[in-house]
């Protein structure tokens, strides 16, 4: 997807501030509120904007642990992915996952409020998703920089 200057600026600010108004947006852009408007809107119906959403402190709702955990899966046919993929979106405590190459097979997520709920998690739900043939979890000690927004360049 081509993106204008514009549009790259729209969604900077955007990504800093999702809540700023229409009229604010277009201030600080130097447009006029329609065209501003319209631009955003086409950016929401090509999919590049796919919502809007709160940034929580995670610490502060009690999610004090944040762990990567490295999984390798026995079989690697399709079907054996797909339901691993299918289990592992269906749970609450893994923020994200990924498919990935290497000597894993993916990685997750995931956050516990305690070390305590996080073996308990890891061995009575992770350690039984289907296929799993290994596991490794790496402890965050500090986040030192989470992510906050995606870099983006113009392309025309």
């Known amino acids: 997807m081509a993106l204008s200057k514009t549009d790259v600026r729209i969604l900077e600010q955007l990504q800093r501030d999702a809540r700023m108004t229409n009229q604010t947006l277009a201030d600080t852009l130097g447009l006029s509120p329609s065209p501003c408007w319209r631009k955003v809107r086409k950016l929401e119906e090509d999919e590049v904007i796919q919502g809007y959403r709160a940034v929580l402190n995670r610490k502060k709702i009690g999610l004090s642990m944040m762990v990567f955990v490295r999984v390798t899966i026995d079989s690697h046919s399709e079907a054996e992915a797909r339901k691993f993929e299918a289990e592992v979106t269906a ?44 596991m490794q979890s790496m402890f965050v000690l500090k986040e030192i920089k989470a992510q906050s927004a995606w870099p983006i360049q113009a392309t025309d």
């Open 91 to 134: 749970l609450d405590n893994v923020v994200a996952c990924y498919s990935i190459g290497g000597d894993a097979d993916f990685l997750l997520q995931v956050v516990a409020a305690d070390m305590d709920r996080y073996a308990d998690f890891a061995m009575s739900v992770i350690r039984r998703l289907p296929g799993i043939k290994e």
